[in-house]
C-alpha cells in the first residue's frame, strides 16, 4: 500500500490524537483517510455540501446571528420604552380619567392657545423681574419645587369646570407647518 506523509505542527498532532480518542477513529491514519475522502465526496458527487454553498450557508448562518442580536437589543429597547411610558395610576384610574374626558367641555385650539399664551405672558413676566437671564420653563421648574416643597406656596386651584378636550389645530402650529413664522 502506498505511503503519503503529512508533516503538521506539535499542537495539531497533539488536537488529532485527543480527537481520535475521543471518537471511533482508530487512528490519526484513519482520521485524515476518512477526512480526506469526505472532502473529496463533498467536492465530487454530492454526497456532501460543495464549499461554495457552504460558505454561503455560512455567510447566511452569521447573518441570522446578527439578525437575531439586532432584535433581542430591539425587544429589549421596547421592553424599557414600555417600562418608561408604563403609566403609574391603577388601571381604574385611568378608565375613569378616559371617561371624564369624554364628558368634558369641547373647545378649539385656536382659544386653548389664547389661554395658554396668557399663563406664558404671566410666566414671562416673573422671568424678566429675576435679572432677565431666567427662562419660562426655569420659572416653571422653580414654581413646582415651591409648591411641593413650601406649604405656603400653591399653583392657582383648578376645578374639573378648568379642563377641557381641546379639537383642531391651533393657528400658530398651522402657521409654522406653512412657514409663516
Same mark, same amino acid.
Given at each position: ?7 503538521? #505542527?506539535?499542537?495539531?498532532? !497533539?488536537?488529532?490524537? !485527543? ?38 450557508? @455560512?455567510?447566511?448562518?452569521? @447573518? ?20 418608561? @411610558? ?14 371624564? =374626558?369624554?364628558?368634558?367641555? !369641547?373647545?378649539? =385650539? ?44 400653591? @399653583? ?18 398651522? #402657521? ?6
Amino acid at each position: 500500500m502506498p505511503h503519503v506523509g503529512v508533516s503538521v #505542527n506539535e499542537a495539531t498532532k !497533539e488536537d488529532w490524537e !485527543e480527537y481520535v480518542e475521543e471518537t471511533d477513529y482508530g487512528s490519526i491514519s484513519e482520521l485524515v483517510r476518512s477526512s480526506v475522502r469526505k472532502e473529496i465526496a463533498r467536492e465530487s458527487d454530492g454526497d456532501g455540501v460543495p464549499r461554495e454553498v457552504e460558505a454561503e450557508l @455560512t455567510e447566511v448562518a452569521e @447573518t441570522q446571528a446578527t439578525l437575531r442580536e439586532q432584535m433581542a437589543d430591539l425587544l429589549e429597547g421596547f421592553e424599557d420604552v414600555e417600562a418608561a @411610558t408604563a403609566t403609574q395610576y391603577p388601571s381604574e384610574i385611568v378608565e375613569l380619567g378616559h371617561d371624564i =374626558a369624554g364628558e368634558l367641555e !369641547e373647545v378649539h =385650539a385656536d382659544r386653548f392657545a389664547e389661554w395658554e399664551s396668557e399663563t406664558q405672558s404671566e410666566l414671562w413676566d416673573v422671568a424678566q423681574e429675576q435679572s432677565g437671564n431666567v427662562s419660562v420653563g426655569e420659572v416653571k421648574d422653580a414654581l413646582e419645587y415651591l409648591e411641593e416643597n413650601l406649604s405656603y406656596v400653591r @399653583t392657582k386651584p383648578r376645578g374639573p369646570s378648568e379642563y377641557f378636550r381641546v379639537r383642531g389645530q391651533p393657528a400658530n402650529v398651522r #402657521n409654522r407647518e406653512r412657514g409663516d413664522e
